[in-house]
């Protein structure tokens, strides 16, 4: 059972180039979440999405785009790479609102660096 | 005012002692939190999840939920060197996981 894969591991984009984190899960979840993790601070919620062509903005959507074609995948698009999207990017999976225990399983992360 | 804040430590905590970490949530919305931990370079992981209030226990680990503070805490009794981590507090709400900056926690052997 792989749970929540994520692709690449690491990746150095130059500045201005574009590119798609891949995330897919074999858990059935309907909803699925995108995080950027900056050195020293918690999780900022990207973009969500509570099933098969609905997704929404989280705290930081700006710089990304996000589709969800399928209930297994998620990808993440970065246009026009920033320093400031360096960082280390989590995918995760839930349940969601079917039950309480709303538990996000995260994938391995993505360790992106912008130069 | 963030919607979930936690004191980013480090909090160091002698071996077999109890560890309290707190965290405080601005939304009364929120339906359910969730305990974290993050090794260095890792994933986050699951420790605990609460959605009534009081207490609930597992293992060494219990969560305290009282929502009319909008308060969670996490304490972890006979602390071992292998706790040392960063704990994320989170909430569940409006089909959102929210999350703190996390809680550095150092056991110090």
């Known amino acids: 059972n792989a749970g929540v894969t994520q692709t690449p591991k690491f990746r150095i984009l130059k500045i201005g180039q574009s590119m798609t984190l891949q995330c897919t899960q074999d858990m059935n979840h309907n909803y699925m979440y995108w995080y950027r993790q900056d050195p020293g601070m918690g999780l900022k919620l990207i973009y969500y999405s509570v099933g098969a062509g609905i997704t929404d903005k989280g705290e930081v959507p700006n710089g990304y785009n996000v589709s969800r074609s399928t209930t297994e995948d998620f990808p993440l698009r970065l246009e026009l790479a920033a320093p400031s999207q360096t960082s280390v990017y989590f995918c995760a999976s839930s349940y969601g609102a079917v039950i309480l225990n709303t538990e996000a399983f995260f994938g391995q992360g993505t360790r992106l660096t912008v130069v | 005012q963030k919607e979930v804040e936690q004191n980013s430590g480090p909090l160091s905590v002698p071996e077999g002692a109890i560890a309290s970490l707190n965290c405080t949530y601005s939304d009364r919305g929120s339906q359910s939190f969730f305990w974290y931990r993050q090794y260095s370079g890792k994933s986050p992981e699951l420790i605990m999840f609460i959605y009534s209030n009081g207490d609930k226990e597992d293992g060494r680990f219990t969560a305290q939920l009282n929502k009319a503070s909008q308060y969670v805490s996490l304490l972890i009794r006979d602390s071992q060197p292998s706790d040392s981590a960063t704990y994320l507090c989170?909430?569940?709400?409006?089909?959102?996981?929210?999350f703190g900056k996390g809680t550095r926690l150092h056991i110090l052997p």
């Open positions: 989170a909430v569940y709400r409006d089909d959102k996981i929210i």
